[in-house]
């Protein structure tokens, strides 16, 4: 069956949970993330309502889902940031951007095609937000994720972003490419 590919909204934030949940007990979470499950499971709910409804609308967040079924089996998330504010790194941010952020595919629904569609619908809202590109940051030992992201247009801008003991490679997909690559 066809996936739909939606923004998230407010009154979906037990989804949200459960899919974030899910996301932070996948083996390559520790890669993948930069919070954990034992960080986020206790959360109350006001947490998780605040969480969906802060990415059900507005230009600072937007959250997209993949659903087969009424089940969500992917999800990614657009942070934006403007010149000067902190990113999530705590790096003050030198130009606009809106970074791709917790990206998850459910195993059995990998490779199918999900990703390029998530990509594609918060690829189209960053445009609409008027941004040119979307960044995002991935450890380099996350290979699978890598490929991935490759194959979905984006590139290696050369750049890392120093995090721990290591430092992740920033990855930038210009929207106006993507735009022209779904024609």
């Not at 066809?2 to 520790?30: F, G, H, N, Y």
């Not at 089996?73 to 990113?87: C, E, I, N, Q």
């Not at 990998?110 to 189209?124: H, K, N, P, S, V």
């Not at 699978?144 to 490679?169: H, N, S």
Request: proline share 4%; net charge negative.
């Amino acid at each position: 069956m066809k996936p739909t590919i939606s923004r998230v909204r407010a009154d979906q934030w037990r989804q949200l949970r459960d899919s974030r949940l899910e996301a932070l007990r996948d083996p390559l979470a520790p890669l993948a993330f930069l919070e954990t499950y034992e960080e986020r499971q206790h959360m109350p709910d006001e947490f998780w309502q605040e969480r969906a409804a802060g990415a059900a609308e507005g230009s600072a967040i937007s959250q997209w889902v993949a659903e087969v079924d009424g089940e969500w089996v992917g999800t990614v998330v657009v942070l934006t940031f403007r010149a000067g504010a902190r990113d999530y790194y705590g790096n003050t941010v030198t130009v606009d951007r809106a970074n791709l952020v917790g990206v998850y595919i459910q195993p059995d629904s990998r490779r199918a095609g999900l990703l390029e569609q998530l990509i594609d619908a918060a690829a189209a809202w960053a445009a609409d937000m008027g941004f040119t590109a979307l960044q995002l940051d991935v450890h380099p030992d996350n290979v699978a994720a890598i490929k991935a992201y490759l194959r979905c247009g984006f590139v290696d801008t050369g750049e890392r972003v120093p995090y721990g003991d290591t430092a992740d490679v920033v990855m930038r997909l210009g929207l106006d490419a993507r735009a022209n690559r779904a024609l």
